[in-house]
């Protein structure tokens, strides 16, 4: 049988499964314990987040490590929106995944569709109209969700443009990068945005591990409480 939907998963990596029994050859470890194997264990978390960082020309401080694309989706819509006290609106694009809009509707603030050309492509002179005359007063801060690509017609979308727009009106960027890495070009400086979600199994490797981009800065706070892994 020959695999090609790469969209939906990726097969795990011969590389991804080694690091993972290595780690998992480690024994019982705790990276918030201070001993010897408690520390082996905060380096093997570290390195994963300096080489995600790596991968996305970011540091390795500004990446939050979670248990997936969506958790990650969740995690920058409802942390803006707590950060922010509600007080602004999430403009989604009409072809996002529903890790994105099913958070958005359960943020607790206003949802506004962000819409598309007949290319699939977001229409920037409607986000352009939409944005001239925002009334921040009421609405908030713009916070536009746009995907880097479609996990159904494979189109990237011209995130760095759309960014700048918002950017220009005050704005924040959540961008869900899970279908873009590794099949284009993924750099946060240049696609200037504020939030990137990404997610393992969808370059091979292993479900339940991704991670969050958040811009140093950018307003962000923890949804979910325990012993402060991962800022939470």
Request: glycine share 14%; charged share 15%; net charge negative.
């Amino acid at each position: 049988m020959i695999y090609a939907d790469h969209n939906a998963t990726s097969p795990l990596r011969p590389e991804a499964r080694q690091a993972m029994l290595d780690v998992w050859g480690m024994g019982a470890t705790n990276p918030s314990s201070v001993h010897t194997a408690g520390r082996a264990a905060r380096g093997v978390l570290e390195r994963a987040r300096l080489a995600i960082g790596g991968a996305i020309g970011s540091r390795a401080e500004d990446v939050i490590l979670t248990g997936g694309g969506t958790e990650a989706d969740n995690l920058a819509i409802h942390g803006v929106a707590v950060a922010l006290d509600g007080h602004c609106t999430f403009l989604v694009s009409a072809i996002e995944h529903e890790a994105v809009t099913k958070a958005a509707a359960h943020s607790g603030v206003q949802v506004r569709t962000a819409y598309v050309r007949p290319d699939g492509t977001l229409d920037l002179n409607q986000l352009q109209d939409q944005l001239s005359d925002w009334d921040h007063a009421k609405l908030g801060t713009p916070v536009l969700c746009l995907m880097l690509a479609n996990n159904e017609t494979g189109v990237i979308q011209p995130v760095g443009e759309a960014a700048r727009i918002v950017r220009e009106a005050g704005g924040l960027t959540i961008c869900d990068a899970v279908q873009g890495l590794g099949k284009s070009s993924v750099n946060v400086g240049l696609l200037g945005v504020d939030y990137l979600s990404l997610s393992a199994h969808k370059i091979g490797g292993p479900q339940g591990a991704g991670a969050l981009w958040h811009r140093a800065g950018a307003p962000l706070k923890a949804v979910t409480h325990g012993g402060g892994q991962e800022r939470g």
